[in-house]
């Protein structure tokens, strides 16, 4: 028999799976406000990882899998997304299970990191911004096929 906080994670999991969550604060939307094309253009032709995404990465990966949530490691802006979008995050962090590897796939052209996450139960892809101060500015998950 199937309970309704079951049969609601699993229904928050399969949205999870099925759509991309996009976690993105408003601010990070646009290119931050000391980017400059010439900069952003330079730091996707390095194809490094900009210093801290990846231990941001995995706290966030973290804390969504978590009960409280850690808004200290975001900007307010992602923050307020964090909470919106709370249900559907959580549901499918939740699903994803317990996080095995993290691997840098490289930087978009909008200067985001990449990232595949393996975990327990299944992959996603991510995309983080820091700034300069190391918060997170913004996110993206979808599930990887």
Do not use: C
């Not at 290119?31 to 194809?47: G, I, L, W, Y």
């Not at 996080?99 to 909008?110: H, I, K, M, T």
């Not at 990191?113 to 913004?138: F, P, Q």
């Amino acid at each position: 028999m199937i309970t309704k906080p079951a049969k609601w994670l699993r229904l928050s999991a399969m949205a999870f799976g099925l759509v991309s969550i996009g976690l993105v604060a408003v601010a990070a939307q646009v290119s931050p406000p000391n980017a400059t094309p010439a900069k952003t253009d330079a730091v996707a032709a390095e194809q490094k990882a900009s210093p801290g995404t990846e231990d941001a990465l995995r706290k966030l990966i973290a804390t969504l899998a978590s009960e409280s949530p850690d808004y200290s490691i975001m900007s307010a802006e992602m923050a307020k997304a964090t909470k919106e979008q709370w249900p559907q995050l959580h549901g499918g962090a939740l699903f994803l299970g317990n996080l095995q590897s993290l691997e840098f796939r490289g930087v978009a052209a909008d200067g985001w990191d990449l990232y595949d996450a393996k975990h327990v139960n299944g992959t996603s892809e991510w995309r983080i911004k820091l700034s300069d101060t190391g918060t997170i500015i913004g996110a993206w998950v979808s599930n990887k096929k």
